[in-house]
C-alpha cells in the first residue's frame, strides 16, 4: 500500500523523466537538422525554409546561436499565442475543438479541486476510523486519512459528501451544456465558411439493387435523374481494386528498396550489394540486390496493369454502391438525409467523407455482410474485454510489494530497501499497466476495419468507443475490483460473508493510490514523451540518409501523422472518470489530475501547430460521443458513491442520491435533443445560404470539372491517361442529360420494376410533367 513517502517518490521520478524529456526536446527542436522533424507542418504547407539550405558547414547541423538555448522553454507561450480562430484555419476545426477537451477538464477540476480540497478533506482528516480497522486487518495508508474511508460509519458527516456531489453534478453539466452549445455553433460557422469541398455536393449511395438490364453506372445515373432531375450532377461507381492497391503498395516498397541499394552502391562503386531472398533477407539465394528489385518492379507492373485492366472490365469488380454528386449542396443534403425509395434497405444514402476521408477497402464489403460482421465483431470485443481483465488481474498483483514476494522470495532483502521498496509501490504498478495496454489500440482498430467503416473518421471514433469501453470495464472497475480483492486478501478470508461488503466499502477509496501513480507515469512523463517524438525523430533521418533522393520523399519521411483520436480521446475520458469519481471520494487525487489537463494542452496545442497534420476533416463530429463519455463517467460516480455510503451505514442518505442518477440522465436527453442534430444533420437553410452566395460569387463556375474524379480510387490517379480510360470504361458521360433505359418495363409502361423497387412513371413521362410550366 503506497503512502505519501512513496507517491512523493514516484512524483520525484516522473518529474524527473518529465523534465529530461522537456530538456532534450528543446535542445533537439533548435537544431538545424531536426528542423523538419519538430516543424513538419510549417513545411508541408510551404511556410518554412529548411536552415541547412544555407549558411556555414557547421551551422548546417548545430546552432551555434547560445541566446536561444537559454530561452529554452519559450516553446510554451509560442504554443497558447495563436488565436482560436487562427488555429481553426490553420489546423482545421477537429484539431482546435480537440483541445478544448483538455480545457473542459481544467473547466470542470480547477472548481472541483478547490471546494474538495476546502469542505471535504478537512472533514475527512478530522476522523480516526482508519486506526480503529486495524481489528478488521484492513490495509490502509496515510495518504486514505484524506478519503472517505476514514469517516465512522452512520456519520452525520456524509451529508457533506452528498451536498457536493450535488454541486459537482451541477458544476459538470452546467460547463458540459455550454461547451455543446459553444461546439454546435463552432461547427455550423466552420460549414457555412468552409471552402468548397466535393463532400459537400456528395451523397454515398449504397445497396444499389441489381437489375439484368442495366450496369451499376447506368442504374444509378438513371435512377437519379428521374428522382432528382433538378439537382443531379455527375457520380462516380465503387470499384473493388483493393488487390491492385496491394500491388502498388508492394511496387513502392520494391521501389524505396531499390533506392536505397542504388544510393548505397553510388557511395561506394567498388562492390555491388548482395542480398538474401528469404525472410528478411536472412536466409535464401544471395542475389545482386539492385537487380533482384528492378526485376521485382517490372514484374509488379506487369502484375499492375493486368490488374487495372481486370478492375476496369470485369463486371464483378464493380459494387453497388457510388458516389453521387449533385448541383447544390442542397439538393445534396435532401438526398442525404430522405429516404429514397418505399423499401428503406435499399438505395441507402448518406453524406460521403470527403476524399481523405474516405476508407476505400471497406467500400468493396457487401453492404449486406456489415451486420454480421457487427455481430461478430461485438462478440469478439465481449470475449476480448473479459479475458483482459485476467492477465490485467494478474500484473496488478505482481507489481506490487506482496506479489514480487511470493512470485520471487529471493529478491525479498532487495525490495525491503525503502527508496526500492517506495519505487515498486509508486512507479511500478503505473508502468507495468501502461505497457500492458500498448498493442491494444491496434487490435481495436483491426476489429473496427473489420466492422466495415467507410471513413477514417467512422473508424477511428468507433475504435474510440471500444477503446473507452475496455478502459472502463479492465482499467477502472478491473483494478478496483481485482485490487482491493488481492490487497484485503487476508482480510476476506477471515470475515463472515456479511461483513465483506463493508470491507469493499473501505478498500475502493484505496486503490486511488494506484490510479494515482497511473495518473504521473501516463500523464506527466507520458505527455512528455510525446512532444519529444523519440521515433519520428529516429525514423526520419533513417529515412533521410537511406532513401531520400527527392523532395516529395523527403515531404513523405517527415510526415509526423494526425492526432490519433482512437487512443488520445478515450485516454482523456479516463481522467475525467477518475477525476469524478474521486472528488468526494478520495480528493487528495485531483491535483494530480489538473496537472495532466494543463499539461496536456499546451503540449498538444504546440504539437497541433507545429507537427500533426490531419488526414481528414469531420467538422468535429465526434463531439457528441466526447459529451456522451463525461456523463456517463458522471452517473458511474454517482452510482459508485451511493454503494459506498451504503456500505458505509448511510443508507437513510440513498434516496437523495437517487434523484441525481435520474437528473443527469434527463440531463443527457435535453442536450442531445437540442444540439446534436448539428452534428448529424446538415440543416438546408445553411446549404441554401452557401448555395446562393457560391452563385452570385461564381457565376460561371464549372462545377462537374471539379467534381467529376474527386472519387476516383487513388490507384487510378497516377496519371490523367488512367483517369480517362477509367472514365470511358464505366460509361462516364460528359453531354447527356438522358439515360436511356433499357429495361422494357420502363419503355412503354409506368409499372415499377421488380428489382429496382422504383415507384416512378417512365422516364420521358417524367422529363415531359417537370417542364410543364
Keep these: 500500500m503506497a503512502t505519501i513517502a512513496d507517491i512523493g517518490v514516484a512524483a520525484a521520478l516522473n518529474l524527473i523523466s518529465a523534465f529530461i524529456f522537456l530538456i532534450a526536446f528543446a535542445l533537439l527542436r533548435i537544431q538545424p537538422f531536426n528542423d523538419r522533424v519538430y516543424f513538419p507542418k510549417w513545411y508541408l504547407k510551404g511556410l518554412r525554409d529548411s536552415p541547412t539550405h544555407a549558411g556555414a558547414f557547421v551551422k548546417k547541423f548545430v546552432n551555434v546561436d547560445f541566446r536561444s538555448y537559454v530561452k529554452f522553454l519559450n516553446w510554451m507561450p509560442a504554443a497558447l499565442k495563436m488565436p482560436e480562430p487562427e488555429l481553426i484555419e490553420h489546423a482545421g476545426l477537429d484539431s482546435a475543438v480537440y483541445l478544448r477537451i483538455y480545457l473542459i477538464g481544467l473547466k470542470i477540476f480547477v472548481p472541483i479541486t478547490f471546494f474538495a480540497w476546502a469542505v471535504l478533506v478537512p472533514v475527512n482528516y478530522t476522523n480516526d476510523t482508519l486506526e480503529l480497522q486495524k481489528l478488521l486487518n484492513v490495509t490502509s495508508s496515510d495518504i486514505d486519512r484524506l478519503s472517505i474511508s476514514n469517516i465512522p460509519d452512520k456519520s452525520q458527516r456524509f451529508w457533506a459528501h452528498i451536498v457536493m456531489a450535488y454541486a459537482f453534478t451541477y458544476w459538470t453539466c452546467y460547463v458540459l451544456l455550454k461547451e455543446y452549445a459553444k461546439v454546435a455553433d463552432m461547427r455550423l460557422q466552420f460549414l457555412a465558411s468552409a471552402k468548397r469541398r466535393p463532400d459537400q455536393f456528395t451523397v454515398l449511395v449504397r445497396n444499389v439493387p ?397 504539437q497541433i501547430i507545429n507537427v500533426y497534420n490531419q488526414e481528414y476533416e469531420s467538422g468535429a463530429a465526434f463531439w457528441p460521443d466526447v459529451h456522451k463519455r463525461v456523463i456517463v463517467a458522471l452517473i458511474i460516480s454517482q452510482l459508485l458513491l451511493m454503494g459506498l455510503l451504503s456500505t458505509k451505514g448511510a443508507a437513510q442518505s440513498t434516496p437523495f442520491l437517487i434523484a441525481l442518477p435520474v437528473l443527469t440522465i434527463w440531463f443527457y436527453f435535453f442536450s442531445k435533443g437540442r444540439y446534436e442534430s448539428a452534428f448529424v444533420r446538415n440543416p438546408l437553410q445553411e446549404a441554401m445560404m452557401k448555395d446562393t452566395l457560391e452563385r452570385a460569387r461564381e457565376p460561371n463556375l464549372n462545377l462537374k470539372g471539379y467534381l467529376q474524379n474527386a472519387y476516383v480510387h487513388p490507384v487510378f490517379k497516377s496519371d490523367d491517361e488512367d483517369d480517362d480510360d477509367y472514365d470511358m470504361a464505366f460509361g462516364k458521360k460528359e453531354d447527356d442529360v438522358l439515360v436511356p433505359t433499357k429495361r422494357q418495363s420502363r419503355r412503354n409502361t409506368p409499372v415499377p420494376s421488380k428489382i429496382s423497387g422504383g415507384s416512378s412513371p417512365s422516364l420521358p413521362e417524367t422529363v415531359q410533367e417537370h417542364h410543364e410550366p
Excluded at 457510388?322 to 429514397?340: L, N
Excluded at 471513413?455 to 477502472?476: K, T
Design 210 to 606: 441489381p437489375d439484368p438490364d442495366e450496369s451499376v453506372s447506368e442504374l444509378v445515373e438513371h435512377f437519379f435523374l428521374v428522382n432528382h432531375p433538378d439537382h443531379y450532377l455527375t457520380h462516380q461507381v465503387v470499384v473493388n481494386a483493393n488487390k491492385l492497391a496491394k500491388l502498388v503498395k508492394q511496387k513502392k516498397k520494391k521501389q524505396n528498396w531499390l533506392d536505397y541499394y542504388q544510393l548505397k552502391y553510388s557511395r561506394n562503386n567498388a562492390k555491388r550489394p548482395i542480398m538474401k531472398t528469404g525472410f528478411l533477407g536472412l536466409w535464401g539465394q544471395k542475389v545482386d540486390a539492385i537487380d533482384y528489385h528492378i526485376s521485382e518492379i517490372e514484374r509488379l507492373s506487369k502484375e499492375i496493369a493486368a490488374e487495372r485492366e481486370s478492375v476496369v472490365t470485369d463486371p464483378k469488380a464493380i459494387m453497388p454502391a457510388a458516389f453521387v454528386s449533385f448541383k447544390t449542396r442542397w439538393g445534396a443534403a435532401v438526398c442525404a438525409q430522405t429516404q429514397q425509395t418505399r423499401n428503406p434497405t435499399l438505395w441507402l444514402t448518406d453524406w460521403a467523407p470527403e476524399p481523405r476521408d474516405v476508407y476505400w477497402n471497406n467500400l468493396a464489403i457487401p453492404y449486406v455482410s456489415l451486420a454480421v460482421r457487427k455481430l461478430i465483431m461485438g462478440v469478439a470485443f465481449f470475449f476480448l474485454t473479459f479475458f483482459f481483465m485476467i492477465p490485467i488481474a494478474l500484473v496488478q498483483s505482481l507489481a506490487s510489494i506482496v506479489g514480487i514476494e511470493k512470485a520471487a522470495p529471493f529478491l525479498k532483502p532487495i525490495i525491503e530497501v525503502k527508496f526500492i521498496k517506495s519505487v515498486i509501490q509508486g512507479f511500478l504498478p503505473g508502468i507495468a499497466l501502461k505497457l500492458f495496454l500498448i498493442f491494444l489500440p491496434t487490435i481495436l482498430m483491426i476489429m473496427s476495419k473489420f466492422e466495415g467503416f467507410v471513413s477514417l473518421s467512422s473508424l477511428e471514433r468507433r475504435s474510440a468507443s471500444r477503446y473507452y469501453l475496455f478502459i472502463l470495464v479492465n482499467v477502472f472497475l478491473g483494478s478496483i475490483i481485482t485490487g482491493s480483492a488481492f490487497e484485503q486478501l487476508d482480510s476476506f478470508m477471515n470475515q463472515s460473508a456479511n461483513d465483506i461488503p463493508k470491507t469493499i466499502g473501505v478498500a475502493i477509496p484505496i486503490k486511488a493510490t494506484f490510479f494515482i501513480t497511473y495518473i504521473m507515469v501516463d500523464g506527466w512523463a507520458g505527455i512528455a514523451g510525446e512532444i519529444l517524438m523519440l521515433k519520428p525523430l529516429i525514423f526520419y533521418h533513417l529515412k533521410n540518409f537511406l532513401l531520400v533522393k527527392t523532395e516529395k520523399d523527403r515531404e513523405e519521411a517527415m510526415d509526423a501523422g494526425s492526432l490519433s483520436f482512437n487512443t488520445g480521446e478515450p485516454r482523456i475520458q479516463l481522467y475525467f472518470l477518475l477525476g469524478l469519481v474521486y472528488a468526494t471520494v478520495t480528493p487528495f487525487l485531483l491535483p494530480f489530475i489538473l496537472v495532466f489537463f494543463g499539461f496536456a494542452y499546451v503540449v498538444f496545442r504546440h
